[in-house]
Nanobody, 124 residues
Framework: QVQLVESGGGLVQAGGSLRLSCAASGRSVSPYTLVWFRQAPGKTREFVCGISWSATDSRYANSVKGRFTISRDNSKNAVYLQMNSLKPEDTALYYC?????????????????WGQGTQVTVSS
């Protein structure tokens, strides 16, 4: 079993930055695709970005492209999300998720391992 724990969320003004972390335990997630999803109140969970096990491939939602950067450190069993130029519409609960597959999929049901989420609130 894999346990994922997110951290780094908080309250930030529009235009600011935050760095989210997701630490994995239970087993190595080196062979896992790792992703970030987010869910705002009253909305469905949406794909934000993902990274392949080797970090050679990444994928971003159009809404965050150019502002967010995903990275991973397999030696630390962790994945990170650097969020710059934050907007009020980025306000959501951010989740990391993983699957033992090389493909970066964008549908939440394709991921079996989830963290509990970390809240990001961007004020205008």
């Amino acid at each position: 079993q894999v346990q994922l724990v997110e951290s780094g969320g908080g309250l930030v003004q529009a235009g600011g930055s935050l760095r989210l972390s997701c630490a994995a335990s239970g087993r190595s997630v080196s062979p896992y695709t790792l992703v970030w999803f987010r869910q705002a109140p009253g909305k469905t969970r949406e794909f934000v970005c993902g990274i392949s096990w080797s970090a050679t491939d990444s994928r971003y939602a159009n809404s965050v492209k150019g502002r967010f950067t995903i990275s991973r450190d397999n030696s630390k069993n962790a994945v990170y999300l650097q969020m710059n130029s934050l907007k009020p519409e980025d306000t959501a609960l951010y989740y990391c998720a993983g699957r033992p597959s090389p493909r970066i999929l964008t549908t939440a049901r394709d991921y079996g391992y989830w963290g509990q989420g970390t809240q990001v609130t961007v004020s205008s």
